[in-house]
């Protein structure tokens, strides 16, 4: 696949540039409200008018979302190697897992409120629980996609399973981890806003209730451009981290 051109590498903010003067034009053409829907100017004065307010709170929500998501790369690499390095836990666990990944994590919300209070503990806790499961099923879709045949090789070789595992079968997974990591960091965030609504005094998704209940919609939308920002710059992070780190997995994709 050839390099991208220049146009195919700036096509991202191109197209948002084309939406928001869209977007802008229609507001101001139809004479929409703020109440109904604020045009980017409105939001973009909201987020200079309240910028303090809006980082305050969003320090919070990084943090939080940070420590669930970190929790969520330990468990979901422990479980994903176990459920990728065995069959019979392959067959007992995944199917539980799946189950559990359907149920809705803001419904858990209140439970995580009776158990550990109102404040950082629920939305930590539902960031993680909202992220773990795409980092379990990429890791243990790589393990457990390992060639039957190199794994042959390498046991006549004289290497153990565990050997065979570690040496081949994780570097093998690093490029479905990393991009499992891409996945699971908007998700994660997703999960502390959603927390924070219901079970927080502080962060984004407090903002956002407040400022919808007060009817200050550029404010609630100045908040959602933050969460959408700093979901962005960490998931271009983890590409970054990626492309240098399992370059040999795409250098047939970056050929001319």
Not at 72 to 91: E, M, P
């Amino acid at each position: 696949m050839a390099a991208p051109t220049p146009a195919e590498r700036y096509a991202p903010l191109l197209l948002l540039s084309a939406i928001l003067i869209v977007w802008e034009l229609l507001c101001r053409g139809l004479n929409v409200s703020d109440y109904i829907l604020p045009s980017p100017s409105s939001i973009l004065v909201a987020l200079v008018e309240y910028a303090g307010p809006i980082m305050t709170n969003a320090w919070r929500t990084f943090w939080t979302t940070m420590i669930g998501f970190a929790i969520s790369i330990v468990v979901g690499v422990a479980l994903g190697f176990l459920i990728g390095s065995s069959k019979f836990a392959y067959s007992a666990m995944y199917p539980l897992m799946t189950a559990f990944n359907a149920v809705p994590k803001a419904a858990l919300v209140p439970i995580l409120v009776v158990w550990f209070g109102i404040g950082a503990g629920p939305a930590i806790l539902t960031a993680f629980l909202i992220s773990f499961f795409p980092i379990m099923v990429n890791i243990a879709t790589g393990l457990a996609t390992l060639e039957p045949e190199l794994e042959d090789v390498l046991r006549v070789l004289g290497a153990k399973r565990l050997d065979v595992l570690l040496k081949v079968g994780l570097p093998r997974s690093m490029p479905y981890f990393f991009a499992s990591l891409k996945v699971a960091i908007t998700l994660a965030f997703v999960g502390t806003t959603v927390s924070e609504m219901s079970a927080s005094n502080e962060g984004i998704g407090q903002l956002l209730l407040t400022a919808g209940s007060q009817s200050r919609m550029p404010l609630a939308f100045a908040g959602l451009v933050v969460i959408g920002a700093m979901a962005m710059a960490m998931y271009e992070l983890f590409s970054y981290i990626e492309r240098h780190t399992t370059a040999w997995a795409h250098r047939g994709q970056h050929s001319s």
